[in-house]
């Protein structure tokens, strides 16, 4: 399946990333773009990710477990559509987005949504207990499972029609204003 993504993703002419447990792999960038990919991945990971840079991924995906694939593009959103046109033939994927800029791939069942629904099950609460918070498409199945789906007032307008509420935005403190108007604090 991974191979065949990264087909879409060559003949699409996209930049895309796959990651393991512990590596990810990105197309050959000029030494300053990878210089600049490893520093902005110690900000997230610490020293906890391997980094590899390489012309054929392809030898990579048969060494590694890839668990997740992300393909990007900062200027080119018709590219984008078709590249998650080519990706919906593929069964057993999950296609969503985090980004207006990228497209992410897993595997079918991996998503917040199943992950909430996991947590839930482990605290043995019940969904109207719980309250989740999103911003963007990868956000949806875990607003749709939760008693309140929290849509950031960042969001674009198609996610913020699957939320039960509407709080400010990222930067305007809006999961805070959300928490003091549903728990009364």
Same mark, same amino acid.
């Given at each position: 399946?991974?191979?065949?993504?990264?087909?879409?993703?060559?003949?699409?002419?996209?930049?895309?990333?796959?990651?393991?447990?512990?590596?990810?792999?990105?197309?050959?960038?000029s030494k300053e773009d990878q210089r600049k990919t490893k520093e902005r991945l110690k900000n997230f990971f610490n020293d906890d990710i391997?980094?590899?840079?390489?012309?054929?991924?392809?030898?990579?995906?048969?060494?590694?477990?890839?668990?997740?694939i992300i393909a990007i593009d900062d200027y080119d959103m018709d590219k984008l559509k078709k590249v998650k046109e080519d990706l919906a033939?593929?069964?057993?994927?999950?296609?969503?987005?985090?980004?207006?800029?990228?497209?992410?791939?897993?595997?079918?069942?991996?998503?917040?949504?199943?992950?909430? !629904?996991?947590?839930?099950? &482990?605290?043995?609460?019940?969904?109207? %207990?719980?309250?989740?918070?999103?911003?963007? +498409?990868?956000? @949806?199945?875990?607003?749709?499972?939760?008693?309140?789906?929290?849509?950031?007032?960042?969001?674009?307008?198609?996610? !913020?029609?699957?939320?039960? &509420?509407?709080?400010?935005?990222?930067? %305007?403190?809006?999961?805070?204003?959300?928490? +003091?108007?549903? @728990?009364?604090?």
């Open positions: 399946i991974c191979l065949k993504i990264i087909d879409i993703f060559e003949k699409n002419e996209v930049y895309y990333q796959l990651y393991s447990e512990n590596t990810m792999m990105c197309k050959n960038l391997n980094v590899h840079f390489g012309d054929d991924l392809k030898e990579e995906v048969v060494k590694h477990k890839i668990l997740k033939q593929i069964e057993d994927i999950e296609i969503t987005s985090s980004w207006f800029n990228n497209v992410e791939i897993m595997h079918k069942g991996v998503n917040k949504g199943e992950a909430l !629904k996991a947590l839930i099950n &482990y605290l043995g609460i019940d969904k109207d %207990e719980v309250i989740a918070f999103g911003d963007n +498409y990868n956000d @949806l199945p875990m607003l749709e499972l939760a008693g309140i789906g929290v849509v950031m007032g960042n969001a674009n307008d198609e996610v !913020k029609e699957n939320g039960d &509420y509407i709080t400010a935005k990222n930067t %305007e403190d809006g999961v805070a204003k959300a928490i +003091y108007k549903f @728990l009364k604090i």
